[in-house]
């Protein structure tokens, strides 16, 4: 960090473990089934990364659950983000690919941790560019609280209240080998 020293991080709590991931998955897809009189028209886009695991995921359980595959895209957001001139390093852009129309489709994004708001708001500029959707909804694992956009999840897995100094990591076993959502906190470096 320019003109501090960088902090380490120490786990602090465990506050989904495997199991509970799959309960929240399984409740959000139920969710998305009723608020939406079913899956017709519906289509799921995962931010990069952990987004996109998680929006496959639900797509699995709306199988299950409607008998009807729902399309899952990846969405890219990184250079829409407000913070980009702010970042120390040079961003990774990957790829957006969404190989359907979101044109007049309930588009549901599918993000794996809600905080401030503006990764949503990015992820929003970048979906309209590509079309506009009959309505958008949010799809979020956990939503930590501390807007500064006016953005709210549509479909919760879990509301975890923390600190600014704290952080939630998402660790899926698509990237990470296993499944589980921890806080982890400063400390000194």
């Not at 079913?38 to 359980?61: P, Y």
């Not at 990764?119 to 009959?134: F, I, Q, T, V, Y």
């Not at 949010?138 to 501390?146: E, N, P, W």
Request: hydrophobic share 40%; glycine share 8%.
């Amino acid at each position: 960090m320019p003109g501090g020293r960088m902090s380490q991080r120490r786990e602090k709590a465990q506050i989904l473990d495997a199991a509970a991931i799959a309960r929240a998955i399984t409740r959000i897809a139920h969710e998305i089934v009723e608020r939406n009189n079913g899956v017709q028209d519906v289509v799921l886009v995962g931010l990069r990364s952990r987004g996109v695991d998680l929006a496959h995921r639900i797509a699995v359980k709306l199988e299950e659950i409607e008998g009807t595959k729902v399309p899952v895209g990846a969405l890219d957001i990184t250079l829409y983000r407000d913070d980009l001139g702010k970042a120390e390093t040079q961003p990774v852009v990957r790829r957006t690919e969404i190989p359907f129309s979101i044109i007049d489709k309930k588009v549901v994004l599918v993000d794996d941790v809600l905080y401030t708001g503006r990764s949503c708001r990015a992820a929003m500029d970048a979906l309209m560019d590509l079309g506009r959707p009959r309505l958008l909804q949010l799809a979020v694992l956990v939503d930590r609280g501390h807007r500064e956009l006016p953005i709210r999840a549509d479909y919760v897995g879990k509301n975890v209240p923390t600190s600014h100094q704290e952080k939630v990591q998402v660790l899926l076993t698509e990237e990470d080998g296993v499944d589980r959502v921890v806080i982890m906190e400063a400390t000194g470096a």
